[in-house]
């Protein structure tokens, strides 16, 4: 335990750096976005786009895997939205929103770093499918709601083109689809190309990782209530348990994912703090500043739900 405790360690002390360096006034709001604007523009679809080149499709794409992680956070998705709104007696957007943060985790910022730590070998594969999930479903059905739930009763052509374009314009799925090219294709870059996009891919974690301990240190925390609890414990408790749950279900029906560790992958996956778009898309919707606050409280809650989760995985470093 205390070694995995010294590894998840070194995770959050890169999450603090970024919050320090924030609060402190090193760097101020435009710093960080320039570092965000890095990792969102070049670093992770460098990651993606070698992730996906480099490997067969077949070695990329696990249907098992994807159609787990789809069932999963379809169905915590669903859940927290009516929990929100029936239990709560929240607002279609407010329950929107609530849904997306216990069903979206950070697979890119944080996922991607603590599963290389751990499990190299599957990183890659598992961020890879996760953002086809992410980027293909659960951030366009967010999106549609949202448009919904602010008076778009008619979810007209163009609203759906709308939000079509800004997903194929998003750089990592620009990363995604050229890296499917690459690997349909087999061609084998050149090394004056394959090296920069390394060099590149490789800058990713560290960088990510500060620029949510910089996010965090940005982001009001006046919106403190109740329901953070129920939202935290799905994200970062019931998410990862209901991978396993969805995945020995599927197993039984010969639908499961054959690899144990890609299994063990997925459910680390899932227990990520939601994704950094989650708060802003709450914020540009008007679903108020609480998801903002559910984000900071879910980072750091997560150092203590993670660590425990890798013990309980059996994992330590390759």
Same mark, same amino acid.
């Given at each position: 335990m205390l070694t995995i405790l010294s590894l998840t360690g070194v995770i959050f002390v890169l999450i603090a750096i970024g919050y320090i360096l924030v609060v402190s006034g090193a760097f101020d709001r435009n710093h960080m976005q320039v570092l965000t604007h890095y990792v969102v523009m070049l670093a992770l679809p460098a990651l993606i786009f070698r992730a996906v080149a480099n490997n067969s499709l077949g070695q990329i794409i696990n249907p098992a895997y994807i159609l787990t992680y789809v069932v999963a956070s379809l169905t915590l998705f669903i859940a927290y939205y009516f929990w929100a709104s029936r239990v709560c007696g929240q607002n279609a957007l407010y329950s929107t929103f609530a849904g997306m943060g216990a069903s979206s985790p950070n697979s890119s910022f944080i996922g991607y770093p603590i599963v290389l730590m751990f499990m190299p070998s599957l990183a890659s594969t598992a961020l890879a499918m996760n953002v086809i999930v992410e980027n293909l479903l659960l951030i366009p059905l967010?999106?549609?709601?949202?448009?919904?739930?602010?008076?778009?009763?008619?979810?007209?052509?163009?609203?759906?083109?709308?939000?079509?374009?800004?997903?194929?314009?998003?750089?990592?799925?620009?990363?995604?689809?050229?890296?499917?090219?690459?690997?349909?294709?087999?061609?084998?870059?050149?090394?004056?190309?394959?090296?920069?996009?390394?060099?590149?891919?490789?800058?990713?974690?560290?960088?990510?990782?500060?620029?949510?301990?910089?996010?965090?240190?940005?982001?009001?925390?006046?919106?403190?209530?109740?329901?953070?609890?129920?939202?935290?414990?799905?994200?970062?408790?019931?998410?990862?348990?209901?991978?396993?749950?969805?995945? %020995?279900?599927? !197993?039984?029906?010969? =639908? *499961? #994912?054959?690899?144990?560790?890609?299994? /063990?992958? &997925?459910? %680390?996956?899932? !227990?990520?703090?939601? =994704? *950094? #778009?989650?708060?802003?898309?709450?914020? /540009?919707? &008007?679903?108020?500043?609480?998801?903002?606050?559910? =984000?900071? #409280?879910?980072?750091?809650?997560?150092?203590?739900?993670?660590?425990?989760?890798?013990?309980?995985?059996?994992?330590?470093?390759?």
């Open positions: 967010a999106m549609l709601l949202a448009e919904r739930s602010n008076g778009s009763e008619a979810l007209n052509r163009a609203v759906f083109l709308d939000i079509a374009r800004r997903l194929l314009l998003n750089p990592i799925m620009i990363g995604l689809l050229a890296g499917l090219v690459i690997s349909i294709s087999a061609i084998e870059l050149p090394m004056v190309l394959s090296r920069p996009v390394d060099i590149i891919a490789d800058s990713s974690a560290a960088v990510s990782l500060i620029v949510i301990g910089g996010a965090i240190a940005g982001m009001p925390r006046t919106s403190i209530s109740g329901r953070l609890i129920p939202l935290s414990v799905g994200k970062l408790l019931l998410h990862p348990m209901l991978f396993w749950l969805v995945s %020995l279900g599927l !197993a039984s029906l010969g =639908m *499961g #994912i054959a690899d144990a560790d890609l299994t /063990r992958a &997925g459910i %680390l996956m899932a !227990a990520m703090p939601p =994704m *950094g #778009i989650y708060p802003i898309l709450a914020q /540009r919707y &008007g679903a108020g500043d609480e998801h903002a606050a559910a =984000m900071v #409280i879910m980072t750091v809650c997560s150092f203590g739900t993670i660590t425990t989760l890798l013990w309980m995985l059996n994992l330590t470093t390759a």
